[in-house]
């Protein structure tokens, strides 16, 4: 009888012992699977932050950058002198501190620099060259002196698009500071052609149909075989007068020829913007602006 006993409290010691390891594996389970859930969430974040499509339309704007992304900018000479050739480089590296090695084609290249004055006068829009080892560089000049403030849109590889600025003082006569005021129409002639822009909302946190209808200027004739540029229709590239928003936007249909070229965006919040469109016809870009009130 005391050996039955034996037996019994010997076994449900067994027991016992297998129910508690089989207790702490599901919580050892548990716990790995919270901290992946968590990774997996700001991943979600970072990446909804950076793209937004609507159709064929793609759009990046400041303040959606990675945080995992940093930018080392140089410039030679160190203090750019106005109307005199200056290299810009850039190194993009990870948070650690490391080069990034890879990046996708954006619209046929790697990197689109934009470059604006302070007070939106002056627009350009280059492309560094990839030198590898995360290196871009590329050689331009500044008209006048004063403040301008560079924005490097780029996509690393398996990542979201990501927009990293910084702002440089060059060294020289500046140009008087144009005020930024809203047109009263909007239709401007640039360059032998004109372009009609109209927009179906101006609202701050709306998306808004901004279409550009493009002509001859002397003929009036609409124009119907515009060029690809970057591979697409046209560009826009948007930036808010204190120059803290901005929005790189490609068109809904890149195919198009013309003469109207549709861009979808939505303002982040109210004021004033300016915007360039860029197109390309019998081989020359031109570039058009506006300058629109968002309520």
């Known amino acids: 009888m005391n050996m039955n006993k034996l037996i019994i409290v010997m076994l449900s010691a067994v027991l016992l012992l297998a129910a508690c390891g089989k207790a702490e594996s599901r919580q050892h389970d548990g716990q790995q699977a919270t901290p992946t859930g968590s990774h997996a969430d ?5 990446e909804g932050g950076h793209d937004m499509e609507h159709g064929e339309h793609k759009e990046s704007g400041i303040g959606e950058q990675s945080a995992n992304i940093e930018v080392d900018w140089r410039f030679s000479p160190e203090q750019p ?57 590329v050689e331009t000049s500044f008209p006048a002196g004063g403040d301008y ?20 003082k060059v060294q020289g006569k500046a140009f008087p500071q144009a005020a930024i005021t809203p047109d009263s129409k909007l239709e401007k002639t640039v360059d032998g052609y004109t372009a009609v822009l109209s927009a179906d909302s101006l609202k701050a946190g709306s998306e808004s149909m901004l279409t550009f209808r493009i002509s001859d200027a002397a003929s009036a004739k609409p124009v119907d075989d515009l060029e690809p540029y970057l591979g697409a229709v046209g560009h826009v590239v948007i930036m808010s007068e204190d120059t803290e928003q901005y929005l790189h936007v490609h068109p809904m249909n890149e195919s198009s020829t013309g003469p109207a070229a549709q861009f979808m965006t939505t303002f982040p919040k109210a004021g004033v913007y300016k915007i360039w469109g860029q197109f390309q016809h019998q081989g020359k870009v031109f570039v058009v602006p506006f300058v629109v009130k968002v309520s």
């Open 42 to 46: 700001d991943s979600q974040k970072a």
């Open 149 to 168: 403030k560079l924005v490097a849109d780029f996509i690393p590889t398996g990542q979201s698009a990501a927009t990293i600025t910084t702002w440089v």
């Open 81 to 137: 002198q106005a109307s005199t050739n200056a290299v810009v480089s850039l190194k993009v590296m990870d948070g650690q501190g490391k080069p990034i090695q890879s990046f996708d084609l954006n619209h046929e290249k790697k990197m689109h620099l934009i470059m604006v004055s302070k007070d939106l006068s002056y627009f350009d829009h280059i492309h560094p060259e990839y030198k590898g080892d995360g290196q871009f560089e």
